[in-house]
């Protein structure tokens, strides 16, 4: 008998329903420190794949090893997309970066729905520079038992680091804390002797500024890690079970294994062989009183002295048996019980958080099925939950159902089939909607030398593995494209053994519904907060508050604060990344009065570096491509020294425009050593700050001293790093000695920079004005003299704020970077002879398809020969998604013979292949 029961996908059960995920399509995911980083930013609804209406504004991160923010945008989003850029440095370290994405909405989801993608990063040109933690060594005292020992540099990566260095090492997820003592030969001794059997150790170092630097090591022996996981959560007794298995290595990562599986009594039950990520299934029937466990083929891990035992899960002698199955026209639910069935069962199907079906069976014995029509679910992953009649949940399993037909069809062809170098190539495309009609859609177009994609093209991300797999799933998911790529069956076969061993505990949508949400979305940037008495904590109803913005064009807006004494304003478009604001109180009646303006803050997130991630294990791909970047660096270098350049980086010396004060110190007491500006020192105040002395304290030791003076009732004194006395002038007015106690308590908001000047000129006579009463015997000869600069530009007695005044720099939308690509119709003769080796030849993040789902791309080919590859992918509005790739070799104009372009079309699978 079946039990059938359809109810409308209409009814949200889960909190992840309502997330936003976020997709990043890069350009590569290698590169070297002169090059781009060029990203396509996709924002859709979680349940239904519609582009998102909730947010307007992404913020997107890069993170380098350190754990530190090098880099960051927000990216304007338009109906569900956007893009941007991340212009490298060469000041950056090598190592793996964490790019990371998420909008304030997504702030109500955890990490569950921030997007974060690993890139390596190599220097331009090959440098012998050292690492932070060298001569590591894994000194083995017996079997299984080592004693770690490493060199820690911390002042390379932070040179102003002293004293005892602070270090954490972890090993197999156990945390010990430890201070080291610097060397007489000035690095740090790491000496320690680890637990036996220990198979990984985390190096965390951390300087007294803060800056942090993590290195990941594997023992020479670290087993591999095999474990069972049972269809549905439970292995039962004398009942054929599926079992999913995933090996992994110390790092976490996949590993082909083989072996065979026995029970306590020594029979072996059965053999097992992995697919090379580590991932596979076998069926067991488990027997009454009988354990079982693993043992691996000899051939998998060479490192072991003797092959452990796995044990699979415990058995259990009572319960049910939860199996999902599949054919051409229906997907099949079996329920097994170890005892025959007296009350009703349910089961709820939902996808992505959202209910499908709700089928009630009823008492069958110790077996009961049910069908589903296949075309009735949509493609992605569905959640299968068996509930006893009080609706507790019994068992659940998460099945990925592949649906081809329910994708965009994208159709790219080239208009010519010959191409050489620097040729032209006019590219025509195509799309289908899932109805068979021509659909309007938005497109992104990468054409890139196809040796310098990174990951092979079967394996790395794209916007079908991110939507329909990895966004809804916990933990890393190798090589995703491999899922969705090859022969039918056995792709099939390892997605379920996938979906088996990634488990349902890691699927997002398993949090119910909450009554509210914390976060509100993003539409725009925007300044919000509150407003309250100078001497009290009373919020201020009825407050007018005016906003001044000087972007772009001039901002102005009036509002009064609500009930509560809040404000909240939308700020209009803006690409300068901060924007200069001036916000001012008045009273109902319009004159300026003086209230204390308090600031939302920002939600932080905190930073998830995946410690694995700095392993030493540099994958042969990864380092051939990076070779060929370098390659073509050196290239490039050899062109600009053979046409009369320079080696050197480009240097361009600018003074900006002077102001009366500024043109003073500069001619008295010599040019500025250290600059701070006002608008850095205004983003590190915080609520408990108490005047620029108190900032400058806990946000720049690196650049000024900030001491309390002995006296009774002591005030706090800036001094620049060295033995010599210091002196202040403020807007190039020497402050008297006797004022000193001033300086502390300036209000950030009136500072327009903060400079020190080193070894001043005339510092003697500035010693004689600022101490009068000094002997001319004690005056030193030489000193530092730092120079404040206010918005009242008058000196230390006109520092003050206006009534209810207060000055900010606001993130607002980061500007665009334009992709450069040469026509090689109109170039000079100079331009023309220079060499054109770029990896991108085109990049069009954001196309829109005509009613007729066409459009078109021109672009002109570099000096590379060989297969190059266009990537397009795709979003309409009615939530489905595209992916397309299609190659063509291009030829050196000499050697040119008839070539033809390779087009990838859709298998049936929906998948492009050659």
């Known amino acids: 008998m079946h039990a059938y029961a359809q109810m409308h996908p209409s009814t949200f059960q889960r909190k992840g329903a309502y997330a936003e995920k976020i997709y990043l399509q890069l350009d590569a995911d290698v590169y070297t420190t002169d090059q781009t980083v060029w990203f396509k930013a996709i924002v859709l609804e979680s349940a239904s794949h519609y582009p998102s209406q909730f947010s307007g504004v992404l913020h997107v991160e890069l993170i380098a090893p350190n754990e530190q923010i090098v880099n960051s945008k927000r990216i304007q989003l338009s109906q569900g997309s956007g893009h941007g850029a991340f212009t490298l440095q060469k000041t950056y370290p090598a190592g793996k970066y964490l790019l990371r994405a998420y909008t304030e909405w997504n702030h109500n989801f955890g990490k569950d ?38 060199k820690l540099f911390p002042r390379l990566i932070d040179p102003a680091h002293r004293k005892h260095l602070s270090l954490h090492l972890i090993l197999d997820g156990k945390k010990d804390s430890m201070l080291l003592k610097e060397s007489d030969q000035g690095y740090y001794l790491l000496d ?24 990941s090591l594997a023992t020479p022996t670290a087993p591999i890690d095999l474990q069972f996981f049972p269809e549905g959560g439970e292995w039962l007794q004398n009942i054929p079970t599926k079992l999913g298995f995933k090996a992994v290595d110390p790092a976490g990562k996949g590993v082909a294994v083989s072996g065979t599986i026995c029970n306590n009594v020594g029979d072996t039950i059965s053999s097992f062989t992995s697919n090379h990520l580590g991932i596979g299934a076998v069926y067991l029937t488990a027997n009454e009183g009988h354990t079982y466990h693993a043992v691996l083929d000899s051939t998998t891990d060479r490192n072991l002295v003797r092959a452990p035992r796995y044990a699979l899960p415990a058995t259990r002698s009572d319960g049910q048996r939860l199996a999902i199955s599949r054919d051409e026209q229906q997907i099949r639910i079996s329920i097994q019980s170890t005892e025959a069935i007296r009350d009703s069962l349910f089961v709820q199907v939902s996808c992505r958080g959202n209910l499908y079906y709700f089928i009630k069976t009823g008492s069958q014995g110790k077996q009961v099925s049910a069908s589903i029509p296949v075309q009735s679910l949509p493609e992605g992953i569905l959640l299968f939950t068996l509930l006893d009649r009080h609706m507790r949940p019994i068992a659940a399993r998460i099945y990925f159902h592949e649906r081809p037909e329910n994708r965009l069809a994208i159709q790219a062809a080239t208009a010519s089939k010959h191409h050489q170098k620097r040729s032209e190539t006019d590219l025509a495309i195509q799309v289908w909607g899932s109805d068979g009609l021509p659909t309007q859609a938005k497109l992104s177009v990468m054409a890139v030398a196809s040796d310098h994609i990174g990951k092979k093209a079967s394996t790395r991300q794209n916007i079908l593995t991110h939507f329909l797999l990895q966004s809804e799933l916990r933990g890393e998911v190798e090589e995703p494209n491999y899922y969705f790529h090859g022969d039918s069956a056995i792709r099939a076969a390892d997605l379920d053994a996938l979906m088996l061993t990634q488990g349902w505990r890691n699927y997002k949508y398993n949090e119910p519904m909450p009554t509210s949400f914390s976060f509100s979305p993003e539409f725009m940037p925007y300044i919000a907060g509150e407003i309250t008495g100078v001497l009290s904590k009373k919020k201020q109803a009825g407050v007018q508050l005016s906003l001044i913005g000087f972007g772009s064009s001039n901002i102005f807006q009036v509002q009064s604060t609500d009930s509560l004494g809040s404000f909240f304003f939308q700020l209009p478009d803006q690409y300068c990344d901060t924007l200069d604001v001036l916000l001012q109180t008045a009273s109902k009646a319009g004159k300026n009065r003086d209230y204390t303006i308090h600031l939302d803050k920002r939600h932080a997130l905190d930073i998830n570096y995946d410690a694995f991630q700095s392993m030493e294990r540099i994958d042969s791909t990864i380092a051939l491509l990076a070779r060929k970047r370098q390659d073509r660096s050196r290239q490039e270098a050899a062109y600009r020294t053979a046409n009369g350049g320079i080696l050197l980086d480009e240097v361009i010396v600018e003074r900006k425009q002077l102001s009366k004060q500024e043109q003073k110190v500069l001619d008295t007491y010599g040019e500025a050593d250290a600059v701070i500006s006002g608008k850095d020192i205004q983003e590190k105040e915080q609520k408990w700050s108490y005047g620029l002395y108190s900032v400058l304290l806990f946000n720049f030791p690196n650049d ?3 001491e309390r003076t002995e006296d009774a009732g002591g005030y706090l004194v800036a001094k620049v790093h060295g033995s010599e006395p210091t002196l202040v002038v403020v807007d190039g007015i020497p402050v008297p000695g006797h004022s000193y106690d001033i300086i502390p308590n300036f209000p950030p908001s ?18 004689m004005q600022t101490y009068p009463e000094a002997s001319p015997m004690t005056i030193p000869m030489t000193g530092h003299v730092i120079a404040i600069y206010t918005h009242a530009g008058q000196g230390v007695y006109n520092v003050r704020r206006s009534p209810g005044l207060l000055q900010i720099s606001v993130p607002v939308y980061s500007p665009s970077v334009e992709f450069y690509a040469p026509r090689y119709t109109s170039l000079s003769a100079e331009e023309a002879a220079k060499p054109d080796f770029r990896t991108l030849l085109h990049w069009l993040p954001d196309i829109l398809t005509d009613e007729k789902g066409t459009t078109s791309v021109a672009y002109y080919n570099g000096d590379n020969t060989g297969e190059m590859t266009i990537i397009i992918e795709a979003f309409n509005a009615a939530g489905e998604i595209g992916y397309c790739e299609y190659r063509y070799m291009v030829e050196d104009k000499t050697n040119a013979s008839p070539t033809r372009s390779l087009p990838i079309v859709p298998d049936d699978d929906g998948q492009t292949t050659d």
Not at 116 to 145: C, G, H, Q, W
Not at 192 to 213: D, F, V
Not at 750 to 767: H, P, Q, T
Request: charged residues 20%; hydrophobic residues 45%; glycine residues 2%.
């Open 704 to 706: 000024i001293r900030i």
């Open 192 to 215: 320690k002797q680890l637990p036996p059997h220990t198979a990984t150790a985390i190096i965390q170092m951390r300087t007294h500024n803060g800056i942090g630097y993590t290195k």
């Open 750 to 767: 009136e500072v327009k920079s903060f400079e020190i000047i080193r070894f001043a000129k005339n510092f003697a006579n500035l010693y």
């Open 113 to 150: 729905f921030i997007f974060s993608r690993y890139i390596d990063l190599f220097p331009a040109v090959v440098e012998t520079k050292m690492a932070p933690i060298i001569d590591i060594k894994m000194l083995e005292l017996e079997p299984n038992s080592y004693r770690l020992q490493a």
